[in-house]
């Protein structure tokens, strides 16, 4: 079977985490900025399941349902916080919320 | 055991103090009184035993931490008692000072007062250079909540300062100490704090010097010494009067202490090798503290500053390391210890009295409060150094024994006894001389000394006047310790010397 | 009895601790009653001692107390030493003193502080006598510091007023840089001889040091600066016309007969360590003649009665410093005897002018006082006549055998000769200046002023004056004590010498009468002279000494005492405090509360990491 080269994998990836960077830095609606955080999130398991596929190994595939269960809590925890935050100071501008200054 | 029992009744004292202000807010200081009693009627029955190992006349030693070398060591030479009797009969004069003063959380003050003096019989006692850097250590805090919780107006700042230059150096020192017994490992297989034991340490001249400093810094930082000196200003100004009279009259020489006692035992060679700097920089103390002192508008400071020059005359005798010169600087600790305490109560009560400390506003006091006056005459008086008087027999044996081993020093130093004059008696004329006038303060509460006042200053003049006419009682009880210091030093320090 | 020479400083002491003690609540008859007759009492024991320690023959005595520090060689213990110096010392100490306590309780008997100013006064005679008692230099120094302190406290002993304060600090303070001085010396004489006891130092420093070596002279200089402060000689004399400010019984004690010639007993003491070193010896001769001609000057042109007699102290003890520079060790000695007779003489009779004026202290508004204030008179007359040495007063013969001493030493004696005469001279002036300025001439105020004639004033001066006129009869028993001492031979000098020694006075006395009674010379049309003017100015001022020592030492001490009044080293801390503090803002800004500045400065942190990595 012709497999996928494993540089197609990982420019993908590069471009997804990249993608998501982007969105983290320049959005300033919160719920994008946590959408943006999954895209990475998911960029990476992907780098770990072209990794795995490349080496034949299983360990990377083991990372990427972590990283699938850790994204699931955080969204659970992020969209909670959000939902509080909006609550309290009805926006979900960050920049509005930049409250925690040294 | 007596030595644990000394500092245990403090640490329990404490204890006990603190719990007792539930019951009443007066008990505290009771207890405070009676733990220090105690301690001071235990310590003299120390006077009379005869030492049972060399100089040493009482010595405690249990493992603690077998596994670095750590023992929970205590032992009293007549340095120690000496020093020991100064820091109860300061402490049972501090908790008086305080008794009408301290209103405010009572238990939690004569707490710290009492760790801190814990802390301070126990640096005068421990032989394990790890007991020794807790101790050191123990005293620090206590002492910082006195300034921070119950000083005047910039407590906070001055808190902080005593608190940071006496930590950083004190860190310096527990490196030095870690440093000394990793040195004791490499040359004897197996870790150490034990006194006599790194005693026996020997390496190269370049580290020991370093070591050394390390020692210097931290004790000469307690002493205090230009430049490391900035703190005791500030602290001494802000500090309660009980707090004061334990900062000037014992605190401080716990720094002349460690140098004695290890600094030089320690690292004979290459403190012999500094001891011209060590006497520079005392002298650079005597001399520029003296001057800064007349510059005070705040009696407290000038106080202060004096404290200072007159711990110069300490340095200069530990650093001419000869008997005479130990005598003087023994005597000029306690010497200071009580005309020093004194002086800062006179500024407390009058501050009690009058709300201020500021000269400028005084004047004519002495047609107000006579018996006042003629108090601080004396003790302004013993600070100038009049023979007949405890500080002068510290003075002149610090800078007689000096002379033989650094000549242009002394003589330089010397001078600092004029200086010494210009600022007593400018005290005196500001406060006590001249016209008298209220127009800067409220004087309804300028009562003069009472009773209690009028003992504890009395004891104090009776003890200075004893150092001064009959010195020998002093001397006779360190002589063997000092002697003893100076002989194990003696090989080294002549080769150095010569050199 | 000699064994009870301890007795002596005990009782004035005594005094002085039952009179602190009780902190001015005794009724004043028993505060005189402690003052005076501690003094009194210690005169009894003194006279009795010395009588038995004639009688016994002994070159010296010697009474252990107690050791007072013991530290390897250094024993310095509480022990007096009798001989004939001390014996004059102490006698001239109870006794003199005894006079004035007796006369300051009638002279502060309005005083609200009597019970202090006898405290003062006891304390003062306690640490007098432990000065001149004392077997080695330490106890000397104790009692040095101690007359020192006392004369502190007197001289300000009114203190309300701040110009007392300052004249009392100014005399501690001066005397304390020659004490200075004498303290490097005690440790150089220790360090090098191994002992401060006096008479065993004296010894080993004869065995040890050659004529003129270096360590003797350093010693003795280093001693003689002690004794130039304490006996206010140049350069260290400022303090003395200051010292004024005290009550005029203090000046009679302190400043005239007792402590100021402290510095002549010293120098006297330790003689041994002045021959060692004869340019040192030398010194303290011209040190004396240059003083007393300074003060001699200023003297003739002062208009306050007491500073007059200040400054002519500073001058009689020139002439004993001239004396103890020639090498006559007891002609100084009986020169300070004669002296504290007829100069306690002259400030006790002054502190009766004063007094009786109301406090008036300027003579150029006294005048013609001689009938209101009989007593005073005659005692001026005779003191004056002491004073100025003339023939058969006290203080002529003490003076005589100073210029004879002077003229034998070899080299400069006749210059030393010709300085004291002309010294002589000026004596006769100022000092009869002062007499015919008070006492003749017309009334200039002060009429109705009436002496207060009260026994416990007048037997004092009455029984001073008999010993300023009798006084240079009394034998000093010193033979024993200076047998070293040179010069003892009856100098044969021409008749020549004699009368112009006699003469000198005499013409100052006549030209002083010339000017301030007949009024032959003008004093005004002189004056009007710029010249005249000027030396008057600069004499008056006292040599400009004051301006000058103001200008090199009290001036810049106080301004570096000004502009370093914060501590400069402490700004060094203060720095390293705002360092710290901006690098903790600087910090603190990067925390903005941005999300995306913290999200970008991670990624930001993250790429350096990674690529240092990489690079690395």
């Given at each position: 079977?012709q497999s996928?080269?494993?540089?197609?994998?990982l420019?993908?990836?590069?471009?997804?985490?990249?993608?998501?960077?982007?969105?983290?830095?320049?959005?300033?609606?919160i719920?994008?900025v946590?959408?943006?955080?999954e895209?990475?999130?998911?960029?990476?398991?992907?780098?770990?399941?072209?990794?795995?596929?490349?080496?034949?190994?299983?360990?990377?595939?083991?990372?990427?349902?972590m990283?699938?269960?850790?994204?699931?809590?955080?969204?659970?925890?992020?969209?909670?916080?959000?939902?509080?935050?909006?609550?309290?100071?009805?926006?979900?501008?960050i920049?509005?919320l930049?409250?925690?200054?040294? | 055991?007596?030595?644990?029992?000394?500092?245990?009744?403090?640490?329990l004292?404490?204890?006990?103090?603190?719990?007792?202000?539930?019951?009443?807010s007066?008990?505290?200081?009771?207890?405070?009184?009676?733990?220090?009693?105690?301690?001071?009627?235990?310590?003299?029955?120390?006077?009379?035993?005869?030492?049972?190992?060399?100089?040493?006349?009482?010595?405690?030693?249990?493992?603690?931490?077998?596994?670095?070398?750590?023992?929970?060591?205590?032992a009293?030479?007549?340095?120690?008692?000496?020093?020991?009797?100064?820091?109860?009969?300061?402490?049972?004069?501090?908790?008086?000072?305080?008794?009408?003063?301290i209103?405010?959380?009572?238990?939690?003050?004569y707490?710290?007062?009492?760790?801190?003096?814990?802390?301070?019989?126990?640096?005068?006692?421990?032989?394990?250079?790890?007991l020794?850097?807790?101790f050191?250590?123990?005293?620090?805090?206590?002492?910082?909540?006195?300034?921070?919780?119950?000083?005047?107006?910039?407590?906070?700042?001055?808190?902080?300062?005593?608190?940071l230059?006496?930590?950083?150096?004190?860190?310096?020192?527990?490196?030095?100490i870690?440093?000394?017994?990793?040195?004791?490992?490499?040359?004897?297989?197996?870790?150490?704090?034990?006194?006599?034991?790194?005693?026996?340490?020997?390496?190269?001249?370049?580290i020991?010097?370093?070591?050394?400093?390390?020692?210097?810094?931290?004790?000469?930082?307690?002493?205090?010494?230009v430049?490391?000196?900035?703190?005791?200003?500030?602290?001494?100004?802000?500090?309660?009067?009980?707090?004061?009279?334990?900062?000037?009259?014992?605190?401080?020489?716990?720094?002349?202490y460690?140098?004695?006692?290890?600094?030089?035992?320690?690292?004979?060679?290459?403190?012999?090798?500094?001891?011209?700097?060590?006497?520079?920089?005392?002298?650079?103390?005597?001399?520029?503290?003296?001057?800064?002192?007349?510059?005070?508008?705040?009696?407290k400071?000038?106080?202060?500053?004096?404290?200072?020059s007159?711990?110069?005359?300490?340095?200069?005798?530990?650093?001419?390391?000869?008997?005479?010169?130990?005598?003087g600087?023994?005597?000029?600790?306690?010497?200071h210890?009580?005309?020093?305490?004194?002086?800062?109560?006179?500024?407390?009560?009058?501050?009690?009295r009058?709300?201020?400390?500021d000269?400028?506003?005084?004047?004519?006091?002495?047609?107000?409060?006579?018996?006042?006056?003629?108090?601080?005459?004396?003790?302004?008086?013993?600070?100038?150094?009049?023979?007949?008087?405890?500080?002068?027999?510290?003075?002149?044996?610090?800078?007689?024994g000096?002379?033989?081993s650094?000549?242009?020093?002394?003589?330089?130093?010397?001078?600092g006894?004029?200086?010494?004059?210009?600022?007593?008696?400018?005290?005196?004329?500001?406060?006590f001389?001249?016209?008298?006038?209220?127009?800067?303060?409220?004087?309804?509460?300028?009562?003069?000394l009472?009773?209690?006042?009028?003992?504890?200053?009395g004891?104090?003049?009776?003890?200075?006047?004893?150092?001064?006419?009959?010195?020998?009682?002093?001397l006779?009880?360190?002589?063997?310790?000092?002697?003893?210091?100076?002989a194990?030093?003696?090989e080294?320090?002549?080769?150095?010397?010569?050199? | 009895?000699?064994?009870?020479?301890?007795?002596?400083?005990?009782?004035?002491?005594?005094?002085?601790?039952?009179?602190?003690?009780?902190?001015?609540?005794?009724?004043?008859?028993?505060?005189?009653?402690?003052?005076?007759g501690?003094?009194?009492?210690?005169?009894?024991?003194?006279?009795l001692?010395s009588?038995?320690?004639?009688?016994?023959?002994?070159?010296?005595?010697?009474?252990?107390?107690?050791?007072?520090?013991a530290i390897g060689?250094?024993?310095?213990?509480?022990?007096?030493?009798?001989?004939?110096?001390s014996?004059?010392?102490?006698?001239?100490i109870?006794?003199?003193?005894?006079?004035?306590?007796?006369?300051?309780?009638?002279?502060?008997v309005?005083?609200?502080?009597y019970?202090r100013?006898?405290?003062?006064?006891?304390?003062?005679?306690?640490?007098?006598?432990?000065?001149?008692?004392?077997?080695?230099?330490?106890?000397?120094?104790?009692?040095?510091?101690?007359?020192?302190?006392?004369?502190?406290?007197?001289?300000?002993?009114?203190y309300?007023?701040?110009?007392?304060?300052?004249a009392?600090?100014?005399?501690?303070?001066?005397?304390?840089v020659?004490?200075?001085?004498?303290?490097?010396g005690?440790?150089?004489?220790?360090?090098?001889?191994?002992?401060?006891?006096?008479?065993?130092?004296?010894?080993?420093?004869?065995?040890?040091?050659?004529?003129?070596?270096?360590?003797?002279?350093?010693?003795?200089?280093?001693?003689?600066?002690?004794?130039?402060?304490?006996s206010?000689?140049?350069?260290?004399?400022?303090?003395?016309?200051?010292a004024?400010?005290?009550?005029?019984?203090?000046?009679?004690?302190?400043h005239?007969?007792?402590?100021?010639t402290?510095?002549?007993?010293?120098?006297?003491?330790?003689?041994?360590?002045?021959?060692?070193?004869?340019?040192?010896q030398?010194l303290?001769?011209?040190?004396?003649?240059?003083?007393?001609?300074?003060?001699?000057?200023?003297?003739?042109?002062?208009?306050?009665?007491?500073?007059?007699?200040?400054?002519?102290?500073?001058?009689?003890?020139?002439?004993?410093?001239?004396?103890?520079?020639?090498?006559?060790?007891?002609?100084?000695?009986?020169?300070?005897?004669?002296?504290?007779?007829?100069?306690?003489l002259?400030?006790?009779a002054?502190?009766?002018?004063?007094?009786?004026?109301?406090?008036?202290?300027?003579?150029?508004?006294?005048?013609?006082?001689?009938?209101?204030?009989?007593?005073a008179?005659?005692?001026?007359?005779?003191?004056?006549?002491?004073?100025?040495?003339?023939?058969?007063?006290?203080?002529?013969y003490?003076k005589?055998?100073?210029?004879?001493?002077?003229?034998?030493?070899?080299?400069?004696?006749?210059?030393?000769?010709?300085?004291?005469?002309?010294?002589?001279?000026?004596?006769?002036?100022?000092?009869?200046?002062?007499?015919f300025?008070?006492?003749?001439g017309?009334?200039?105020?002060?009429?109705?002023?009436?002496e207060?004639?009260?026994?416990?004033m007048?037997?004092?001066?009455?029984?001073?004056?008999?010993?300023?006129?009798?006084?240079?009869?009394?034998?000093?028993?010193?033979?024993?004590?200076?047998?070293?001492?040179?010069?003892?031979?009856e100098?044969?000098?021409?008749?020549?010498?004699h009368?112009?020694?006699?003469?000198?006075?005499?013409?100052?006395?006549?030209?002083?009468?010339?000017?301030?009674?007949?009024?032959?010379?003008d004093?005004?049309?002189?004056?009007?002279?710029?010249?005249?003017?000027?030396?008057?100015?600069?004499?008056?001022?006292?040599?400009?000494?004051?301006?000058?020592?103001?200008?090199?030492?009290?001036?810049?001490?106080?301004?570096?005492?000004?502009?370093?009044?914060?501590?400069?080293?402490?700004?060094?801390y203060?720095?390293?405090?705002?360092?710290?503090?901006?690098?903790?803002?600087?910090?603190a800004?990067?925390?903005?509360?941005?999300?995306g500045?913290?999200?970008?400065?991670?990624?930001?942190?993250?790429?350096?990491?990674?690529?240092?990595?990489?690079?690395?």
């Amino acid at each position: 079977m012709q497999s996928i080269p494993i540089e197609h994998g990982l420019i993908l990836a590069g471009i997804l985490f990249a993608l998501g960077l982007v969105g983290v830095l320049t959005r300033r609606n919160i719920v994008f900025v946590l959408m943006s955080l999954e895209v990475m999130l998911n960029a990476s398991g992907l780098a770990f399941v072209v990794a795995s596929a490349r080496w034949g190994h299983a360990d990377g595939q083991v990372m990427f349902l972590m990283i699938l269960t850790l994204a699931a809590a955080e969204v659970a925890v992020g969209l909670g916080l959000i939902i509080q935050m909006y609550r309290k100071f009805k926006t979900v501008d960050i920049d509005v919320l930049s409250e925690m200054k040294g | 055991m007596i030595l644990v029992a000394l500092i245990a009744i403090l640490f329990l004292g404490g204890v006990l103090a603190w719990l007792s202000e539930r019951l009443d807010s007066k008990l505290p200081r009771v207890i405070a009184l009676a733990a220090l009693v105690l301690d001071l009627v235990l310590m003299l029955t120390l006077l009379g035993g005869d030492s049972a190992d060399g100089s040493w006349i009482v010595a405690l030693n249990v493992q603690w931490l077998p596994r670095f070398g750590i023992s929970f060591h205590l032992a009293a030479d007549g340095l120690s008692v000496l020093l020991l009797l100064l820091t109860a009969f300061l402490g049972v004069i501090a908790v008086g000072s305080a008794w009408s003063e301290i209103t405010e959380r009572p238990g939690f003050f004569y707490f710290n007062l009492l760790w801190t003096l814990a802390g301070v019989l126990g640096v005068f006692t421990a032989l394990d250079l790890f007991l020794f850097f807790f101790f050191w250590e123990v005293m620090l805090i206590p002492m910082y909540f006195i300034i921070a919780i119950w000083g005047h107006e910039n407590k906070n700042y001055a808190a902080m300062k005593f608190f940071l230059f006496t930590q950083v150096t004190g860190m310096l020192m527990l490196v030095s100490i870690l440093t000394l017994a990793y040195f004791h490992y490499v040359q004897f297989g197996f870790f150490s704090f034990d006194y006599f034991d790194l005693l026996n340490v020997s390496t190269s001249s370049t580290i020991e010097m370093w070591i050394m400093l390390g020692f210097f810094v931290a004790f000469t930082t307690k002493l205090p010494i230009v430049p490391f000196h900035s703190w005791l200003p500030d602290a001494h100004s802000q500090a309660p009067t009980a707090g004061s009279v334990i900062l000037a009259g014992v605190l401080l020489k716990t720094g002349a202490y460690g140098l004695i006692r290890f600094a030089v035992p320690l690292f004979p060679e290459a403190s012999m090798n500094f001891a011209p700097i060590a006497m520079a920089l005392a002298v650079l103390s005597i001399l520029y503290c003296a001057k800064l002192a007349f510059a005070q508008t705040d009696l407290k400071r000038l106080i202060a500053y004096t404290s200072v020059s007159h711990m110069g005359f300490v340095l200069l005798g530990v650093y001419a390391w000869n008997e005479i010169a130990l005598q003087g600087a023994v005597m000029t600790m306690l010497a200071h210890g009580l005309s020093a305490a004194a002086l800062f109560m006179l500024a407390g009560s009058l501050q009690h009295r009058i709300h201020t400390r500021d000269m400028r506003d005084m004047g004519g006091f002495w047609a107000k409060v006579p018996r006042m006056s003629a108090v601080a005459l004396f003790f302004s008086i013993a600070a100038l150094g009049m023979p007949g008087l405890g500080n002068f027999i510290g003075e002149f044996l610090a800078l007689l024994g000096a002379f033989s081993s650094n000549l242009p020093m002394t003589v330089i130093a010397t001078f600092g006894l004029i200086f010494a004059s210009v600022y007593s008696l400018w005290v005196i004329q500001k406060i006590f001389h001249g016209e008298y006038s209220n127009s800067k303060f409220d004087d309804s509460h300028l009562i003069d000394l009472n009773r209690r006042e009028l003992a504890y200053f009395g004891a104090m003049i009776l003890g200075l006047v004893w150092m001064g006419m009959y010195p020998q009682s002093f001397l006779d009880l360190s002589a063997a310790a000092l002697q003893e210091l100076l002989a194990g030093t003696q090989e080294l320090v002549s080769t150095v010397v010569q050199n | 009895m000699q064994d009870l020479i301890w007795l002596l400083p005990t009782f004035p002491m005594l005094g002085f601790l039952s009179l602190v003690l009780t902190g001015g609540s005794l009724p004043r008859k028993i505060v005189a009653v402690i003052g005076a007759g501690s003094v009194g009492l210690s005169f009894l024991s003194a006279v009795l001692i010395s009588a038995q320690f004639l009688a016994s023959g002994e070159d010296y005595f010697v009474k252990e107390l107690w050791v007072w520090m013991a530290i390897g060689e250094f024993t310095p213990g509480f022990n007096f030493y009798l001989d004939g110096l001390s014996l004059v010392m102490m006698l001239i100490i109870t006794g003199v003193g005894f006079l004035i306590h007796l006369y300051s309780t009638g002279f502060m008997v309005d005083d609200p502080a009597y019970s202090r100013f006898f405290a003062y006064m006891n304390l003062f005679v306690a640490a007098m006598l432990m000065l001149v008692l004392g077997d080695n230099l330490v106890l000397l120094y104790l009692g040095w510091e101690g007359v020192g302190l006392c004369s502190y406290l007197l001289i300000g002993f009114w203190y309300e007023n701040p110009d007392n304060g300052y004249a009392a600090r100014k005399a501690f303070v001066v005397t304390r840089v020659g004490d200075t001085a004498m303290a490097i010396g005690l440790f150089l004489l220790f360090t090098q001889l191994g002992t401060l006891n006096i008479q065993d130092m004296l010894q080993a420093a004869q065995q040890q040091w050659a004529m003129g070596s270096p360590l003797a002279i350093a010693a003795a200089l280093l001693l003689l600066g002690g004794a130039v402060g304490k006996s206010a000689q140049l350069p260290l004399q400022t303090w003395l016309p200051d010292a004024m400010a005290g009550p005029t019984p203090i000046s009679a004690l302190i400043h005239a007969a007792t402590m100021v010639t402290a510095g002549v007993y010293l120098v006297a003491r330790t003689h041994v360590l002045f021959e060692l070193a004869p340019r040192v010896q030398m010194l303290v001769a011209f040190v004396g003649l240059a003083t007393l001609l300074m003060a001699g000057f200023t003297a003739m042109t002062q208009r306050d009665i007491k500073r007059i007699l200040a400054y002519s102290t500073i001058s009689q003890i020139g002439y004993m410093f001239l004396a103890l520079g020639a090498g006559a060790w007891s002609a100084a000695v009986f020169h300070l005897m004669t002296h504290a007779f007829f100069k306690a003489l002259l400030f006790l009779a002054a502190g009766t002018v004063i007094l009786s004026l109301h406090h008036e202290h300027d003579i150029f508004k006294m005048g013609g006082k001689r009938k209101q204030l009989p007593i005073a008179f005659w005692s001026f007359i005779i003191g004056s006549a002491a004073l100025a040495a003339l023939p058969f007063t006290s203080g002529f013969y003490s003076k005589d055998e100073i210029l004879l001493a002077a003229l034998a030493v070899e080299g400069p004696g006749m210059l030393l000769w010709i300085g004291g005469v002309i010294g002589a001279f000026f004596t006769g002036i100022y000092s009869f200046r002062l007499v015919f300025v008070v006492f003749f001439g017309d009334s200039q105020g002060h009429h109705e002023a009436k002496e207060e004639a009260h026994w416990s004033m007048a037997a004092p001066l009455m029984l001073l004056m008999v010993l300023a006129l009798l006084g240079g009869w009394i034998q000093v028993p010193l033979d024993a004590v200076f047998s070293s001492g040179a010069g003892h031979e009856e100098a044969h000098v021409s008749l020549l010498v004699h009368a112009v020694m006699i003469a000198a006075p005499f013409l100052g006395i006549g030209v002083s009468y010339l000017f301030f009674m007949s009024k032959v010379f003008d004093l005004d049309k002189l004056m009007a002279n710029p010249l005249a003017n000027s030396l008057h100015r600069f004499w008056f001022s006292g040599w400009g000494m004051d301006a000058l020592y103001q200008r090199i030492f009290v001036n810049p001490f106080l301004y570096l005492a000004r502009i370093n009044r914060s501590d400069l080293i402490d700004s060094f801390y203060a720095l390293l405090v705002s360092i710290t503090r901006s690098a903790h803002l600087m910090l603190a800004r990067t925390q903005t509360g941005y999300l995306g500045w913290y999200a970008l400065s991670m990624a930001a942190g993250l790429v350096l990491i990674i690529s240092l990595g990489v690079m690395l």
